[in-house]
């Protein structure tokens, strides 16, 4: 393997990163949980993928307003006096708008899904679980993990990230 400094490790490591943002919701997460665990990946790797948890493109927010007005079932100009243009964050599942509330004044954030996202990442832990079972001795046996287990965890969690009117109540 490639000793940490090699300056290709850095160009293979933000590849890595590249490829998990093309990959899709899902695999963005996997890379941002594994920035935390130093026992799993090297630390000139961890560093490209902390840049997951902030770094993530934004999708456009035509879409975005498009989004908020469907879920509220009326116009963006009906509940809010004011919405950003552009997002103020963005991340593997969505996206946050800064707004005014009409009817209080309250500023909000207002959270809006990638377009399709629950239907990506159902269809990218299946994938997932697939590669996990497929890897699952090799794991238990190098690593002392049970990926099938590990993954299982992973995507009740993530599944649980979808929720926003869960997180809203919350």
């Known amino acids: 393997g490639?000793?940490?400094?090699?300056?290709?490790?850095?160009?293979?490591?933000?590849?890595?990163?590249?490829?998990?943002i093309a990959l899709g919701p899902a695999f963005?997460?996997?890379?941002?949980?594994?920035?935390n665990r130093p026992d799993i990946v090297r630390e000139d790797y961890m560093e490209e993928l902390t840049k997951l948890q902030d770094k993530v493109p934004s999708f456009p927010s035509d879409?975005?307003?498009a989004i908020i007005e469907e879920s509220l079932a009326t116009n963006i100009s009906d509940v809010f006096s004011s919405?950003?243009?552009?997002p103020v964050a963005a991340a593997?599942?969505?996206?946050?708008?800064?707004g005014t509330l009409r009817s209080t004044g309250a500023e909000v954030a207002v959270k809006v899904q990638r377009p399709g996202?629950?239907?990506?990442?159902?269809?990218?832990?299946?994938?997932?679980?697939?590669?996990?079972?497929?890897f699952n001795d090799v794991a238990v046996e190098r690593?002392?993990?049970?990926?099938?287990?590990?993954?299982?965890e992973f995507a009740e969690n993530l599944l649980e990230e979808l929720d926003y009117r869960q997180e809203a109540r919350n």
């Open 63 to 65: 879409e975005a307003y």
């Open 2 to 20: 490639l000793k940490e400094g090699d300056p290709r490790v850095k160009e293979l490591a933000s590849d890595l990163r590249a490829r998990l």
């Open 117 to 134: 996202v629950e239907a990506t990442i159902k269809r990218d832990i299946y994938l997932l679980r697939l590669l996990s079972k497929a």
């Open 143 to 152: 690593m002392g993990v049970d990926a099938v287990t590990l993954l299982d």
């Open 83 to 86: 919405l950003s243009a552009e």
């Open 28 to 35: 963005i997460k996997v890379g941002q949980v594994l920035a």
């Open 92 to 98: 593997s599942l969505g996206q946050v708008y800064k």
